[in-house]
């Protein structure tokens, strides 16, 4: 197939204890999925009940991830940048109108993430009744680091969820306290779109987001699934 330019480089991340590489092919994001950040959000209503989980996009090239230390730019336009610490799901194969029992099966690893965030534009956004797009899908907004196997870190349902900013910890929750488990999430999404084979889904976060300035210095983990270090440049 002729094009009339190159196509475009393909997103990737690192996968632990391979050379390969994972293909990032689209980023779905759960809104809300611990209470006690619902409540910080002023979502009361869903703090108080499970309600049907919410999504949103990322673009699959906002993604950042690999190396010792990811190094991600302050973004424009804002003067509110939030860090939220996600568990990262990495689909190793799709499917639609998947049962909540078959979930795990397309699920290729796990990862650690950031849904880094505009704030101050998403709650115009938000007041306005408009998208959250230009809050929640800019350039480097959504770091993660390497990918974990599922063959190595099995299927993480609880264990410590967590990051520091300089050093002081600001989120520190457990994947236990999660609203919706990752399989009815994977199984709910399937309803709305076909997945694929390279779509993340970012789980939601815990208590505790706040502002990033240029030159924090970022590092956060899930029990059994990673680790990342990032710093604001």
């Given amino acids: 197939m002729e094009y009339i330019f190159a196509p475009h480089a393909v997103a990737a991340l690192p ?8 293909p990032v092919r689209r980023i779905f994001c759960v ?7 619902a409540r910080e959000m002023g979502a009361v209503d869903q703090a108080e009940g499970r309600e049907p989980p919410f999504f ?6 906002a993604v950042v991830g690999g190396g010792d230390e990811i190094a991600v730019a302050y ?3 804002t003067a509110n940048l939030h860090h939220e610490v996600e568990l990262v799901v990495a689909l190793g194969a799709g499917g639609a109108n998947v049962a909540v029992d078959a979930a795990k099966d397309l699920i290729f690893g796990y990862a650690v993430g950031l849904d880094l965030t505009r704030r101050d534009l998403q709650a115009r956004a938000k007041e306005k009744g408009h998208p959250w797009d230009m809050g929640k899908g800019f350039d480097q907004s959504a770091v993660a680091g390497p990918i974990c196997p599922a063959t190595a870190c099995g299927h993480p349902a609880a264990g410590r969820i967590w990051l520091s900013v300089n050093g002081q910890v600001r989120q520190d929750g457990d994947l236990s306290a999660m609203m919706w488990k ?4 994977v199984a709910n999404l399937s309803t709305l779109v076909r997945l ?3 779509d993340l889904i970012y789980t939601g976060t815990p208590a505790g987001v706040g502002p990033l300035v240029r030159g924090d210095r970022l590092e956060a983990a899930v029990a059994g699934v990673g680790a990342l270090r990032a710093s604001i440049v």
């Fill in 15 to 22: 996968v632990t204890g391979s050379t390969g590489r994972f």
């Fill in 31 to 37: 809104g809300r999925n611990y209470a006690d950040h």
């Fill in 56 to 61: 949103f996009t990322k673009p699959g090239d």
């Fill in 75 to 77: 973004p424009p336009l």
């Fill in 182 to 185: 990752v399989p009815e999430i």
């Fill in 196 to 198: 694929e084979a390279g």
